[in-house]
Nanobody, 124 residues
Framework: EVHFVESGGGSVHAGGSLRLSCAAS????????IAWWRQVPGKEREPVSC????????WYVPSVKGRFTISSDNAKNAVYLQMNSLIPEDTALYYC?????????????????WGQGTQVTVSS
């Protein structure tokens, strides 16, 4: 059975940092793309960052480049998102998910398992 458990969200002031964790079970994440997505009420879910750890490749949405860093820990079957220089526009519910598709899939339909999400709130 596949599970994702996200943690590390919280409330910070603009300029602060948070580190999100995604603990995976039931599969080897090296065989999949693992991504962080985020969603705010009334808006479409947005891909933020993706990692293909088995290939050593990462991707970031332009709005977070230079501020966020995605990484993985094979021994723990976990993926992390280090978020620095946070701004209010980063406020969202953050999810981790997996995809068996090639590259960095942008369609929600290509992501088959999702965690419950962890809330990030950035105040000005």
């Amino acid at each position: 059975e596949v599970h994702f458990v996200e943690s590390g969200g919280g409330s910070v002031h603009a300029g602060g940092s948070l580190r999100l964790s995604c603990a995976a079970s039931g599969f080897n994440f090296d065989d999949y793309a693992i991504a962080w997505w985020r969603q705010v009420p009334g808006k479409e879910r947005e891909p933020v960052s993706c990692i293909r750890s088995g290939e050593g490749r990462t991707w970031y949405v332009p709005s977070v480049k230079g501020r966020f860093t995605i990484s993985s820990d094979n021994a723990k079957n976990a993926v992390y998102l280090q978020m620095n220089s946070l701004i209010p526009e980063d406020t969202a519910l953050y999810y981790c998910a997996r995809s068996a598709a090639a590259g960095f899939p942008g369609h929600l339909s290509l992501w088959d398992y999702w965690g419950q999400g962890t809330q990030v709130t950035v105040s000005s």
